[in-house]
DNA sequence: CCTTGACCTTCCCCTTACTGGAACCCCCAT
DNA sequence: ATGGGGGTTCCAGTAAGGGGAAGGTCAAGG
């Protein structure tokens, strides 16, 4: 399989795919072309990292999944740990955007938003 | 007031108001020895900028918050238009966290988490 | 056989919003 | 004069790729 085939069917751009390749997460063969080779191991390992990054995983986190996910004799203690960290992390991003979103809706829901030049939107912002 | 002052009064860290000054959002004066020299009015932009990164605006979006704060004579609708794109993508971010969060916490819930190689998660990650 | 267009290669710069560090200058107190 | 805690500039790096140039390759059509 070329590089267009395996993005495809991993739902990864070339370029990432490539990008993968170079910080070492992937290392497919190469033809006498020079063009990549992909066996279906490598396929499965892009849809795998398309699927871990999906889910917020950063890439080093994916770099460690991957070396679980091959091996056979992983304990399931170790995949879950990492995964509650990502869980852990995506509870506080989540409690983030929602102070923002709080206190930028009241914001919002004060200003008139007509012509006049009266924003409590800025007042908001301005005041010490 | 000296760059730690108006650090420590805005919130924001020495090289972050460097790095403000570099991209044009403040202009402070200079001292004869070279010292940047903050007046009020600077302060207040900084303490501004600061808010509204908090609240998740782009420095792009800050730059056109600030030339309407700056200019007495803006429509708060130009504001507010800003202000409820800004909310729109929090309220998207925090749909695709709770998507991603969803999925994960499914996972982790189902993997034992002990020695034994079986885990949910990775085969809910390599499943094509 | 030649060309055309789609695909592939490497290489380098660009992005966001800073952060860290090196090398150096300045001011005040001891 | 010296030590420490300011300040200054510039260079490099971060995460995770994206954009685009310059060029090699392959398959189909005329």
């Known amino acids: 399989m070329n590089i267009g085939t395996v993005a495809e069917r991993s739902g990864l751009t070339a370029k990432t795919i490539r990008y993968y390749e170079d910080i070492g997460l992937v290392k497919p063969l190469r033809d006498a072309n020079g063009y990549r080779a992909f066996q ?8 795998f990292l398309s699927r871990a990054r999906a889910l917020g995983f950063t890439i ?29 992390q995506i509870e506080q991003k989540v ?24 924003c409590p939107i800025l007042e908001g912002l301005g005041r010490g």
């Open 95 to 118: 409690a983030a955007l929602g102070a923002m979103h709080d206190t930028l809706s009241h914001l919002v829901k004060e200003c008139a938003g007509d012509d006049r030049p009266d």
């Open 60 to 88: 080093e986190d994916c770099r460690s999944l991957l070396a679980l996910y091959e091996d056979e004799t992983r304990a399931s203690a170790d995949v879950k740990r990492i995964a509650k960290e990502q869980l852990m």
């Open 40 to 47: 279906d191991k490598e396929l499965h390992k892009l849809i």
